[in-house]
T-cell receptor, first 112, second 112 residues
Framework: DGGITQSPKYLFRKEGQNVTLSCEQNLNHDAMYWYRQDPGQGLRLIYY???????QKGDIAEGYSVSREKKESFPLTVTSAQKNPTAFYLC???????????FGDGTRLSIL | KQEVTQIPAALSVPEGENLVLNCSFT??????LQWFRQDPGKGLTSLLLIQSSQREQTSGRLNASLDKSSGRSTLYIAASQPGDSATYLCAVIGAAGNKLTFGGGTRVLVKP
C-alpha cells in the first residue's frame, strides 16, 4: 500500500547528541514536510522540500537540519543546538505544494 | 503572518448531539483550508478540503463551511458518535500555495 513511513516510533536523545528521524514515502510525491507538535498544540513547520535537492526553512528551523537526496526520503536531524527537542514529530508529503498533505504516524522524541 | 485560532480548545457532548467546531484565520488571502482529525499518538487524517473559491464541502456526516471575507470556517459533525472522539485541526494554505498554517486544535469527547 502507498503511504508515509516514519521511524522509529519512539526515540530517546542524550544531552549533546544528534539524532535522525526517518521519513520515507512511496506515493511519488514531489513535496515533503516536517512538523513539530507540542502537547495540546497545533503543528509548526520545521522544514519543507518541494523537489529533490532543494529545501526551505519553515517557522522553527533553528536546531534542525534536513536533506533531500532522493524523492522518497526526507530525513530530519535534531542537533544538539535544539535545546528543547522533546515533542511529537510528523512528516507529510503532497503531490505539489498546494495539494492536500498526507501524514505519517509520527515519532515521539524524548530526552534521557 | 497568518495566524489560525480554534475555539473552544476542548468540547464534551453526549452521543447524538451535533458538533460545531470553529476556526478563524487572520489573513483572508488563502489558497485553501483543510480540516484534519488526529487520534491520540497518531498522525493526521484529512477530512475535508475547501478551495478558496468554494463556500462549503460535505462528506457523509461532515460539513465544512468557509467565509473567506470574515476569516472563518466551521466544521459541523451531525449525530455525533463515541468514535468521533479525537482532536480536530484546521489549517490554511496561503496564497503562495506552499505552506500549511495550523490552528491549535479542538479536543472532542463524545460520551455514550
Amino acid at each position: 500500500d502507498g503511504g508515509i513511513t516514519q521511524s522509529p516510533k519512539y526515540l530517546f536523545r542524550k544531552e549533546g547528541q544528534n539524532v535522525t528521524l526517518s521519513c520515507e514515502q512511496n506515493l511519488n510525491h514531489d513535496a515533503m514536510y516536517w512538523y513539530r507538535q507540542d502537547p495540546g498544540q497545533g503543528l509548526r513547520l520545521i522544514y519543507y522540500s518541494q523537489i529533490v535537492n532543494d529545501f526551505q526553512k519553515g517557522d522553527i528551523a533553528e536546531g534542525y537540519s534536513v536533506s533531500r537526496e532522493k524523492k522518497e526520503s526526507f530525513p530530519l536531524t535534531v542537533t544538539s543546538a535544539q535545546k528543547n527537542p522533546t515533542a511529537f514529530y510528523l512528516c507529510a508529503s503532497s503531490p505539489t505544494g498546494s495539494q492536500p498533505q498526507h501524514f505519517g504516524d509520527g515519532t515521539r522524541l524524548s530526552i534521557l | 503572518k497568518q495566524e489560525v485560532t480554534q475555539i473552544p480548545a476542548a468540547l464534551s457532548v453526549p452521543e447524538g448531539e451535533n458538533l460545531v467546531l470553529n476556526c478563524s484565520f487572520t489573513d483572508s488571502a488563502i489558497y485553501n483550508l483543510q480540516w484534519f482529525r488526529q487520534d491520540p499518538g497518531k498522525g493526521l487524517t484529512s477530512l475535508l478540503l475547501i478551495q478558496s473559491s468554494q463556500r462549503e464541502q460535505t462528506s457523509g456526516r461532515l460539513n465544512a463551511s468557509l467565509d473567506k471575507s470574515s476569516g472563518r470556517s466551521t466544521l459541523y459533525i451531525a449525530a455525533s458518535q463515541p468514535g468521533d472522539s479525537a482532536t480536530y485541526l484546521c489549517a490554511v494554505i496561503g496564497a503562495a500555495g506552499n505552506k500549511l498554517t495550523f490552528g491549535g486544535g479542538t479536543r472532542v469527547l463524545v460520551k455514550p
